[in-house]
């Protein structure tokens, strides 16, 4: 965890089966985790779909490499964007509602 507990974002280039983003925001001891097929945008306000999949450890934050053929999200990942991030309000509680508003710091 980064110094005086702040909470990790991550933003990886996933070159998979197809091309996408994947966007972590630690909560606890995890990067919740979404893929995000088109990509971030160059447009302010511009939304994105952004699909949840598995939770990873904050031992994947700074990964880059190439994960194997035959193996499950085989492709090169890259370190696309990193910072902290700042939640408006329990982190937990609007991530359950469906709405969870934060700033990115990076």
């Given at each position: 965890m980064p110094e005086g507990g702040a909470l990790l974002y991550r933003v990886q280039k996933h070159a998979?089966?197809?091309l996408?983003?994947?966007f972590r925001?630690?909560?606890g001891?995890?990067?919740k985790s979404w893929a995000v097929t088109r990509g971030p945008s160059l447009v302010a306000g511009e939304r994105r779909l952004?699909?949840?999949v598995e939770d990873h450890g904050l031992d994947y934050a700074d990964y880059e490499g190439v994960i194997a053929p035959?193996?499950?999200g085989a492709g090169v990942v890259l370190l696309w964007d990193r910072g902290t991030w700042e939640p408006d309000?329990?982190?937990a509680t609007a991530l359950a509602s469906g709405s969870l508003a934060f700033i990115l710091h990076g």
């Open positions: 998979a089966r197809r996408h983003y994947d925001l630690q909560l001891d995890v990067l952004a699909v949840a035959g193996s499950y309000g329990d982190p």
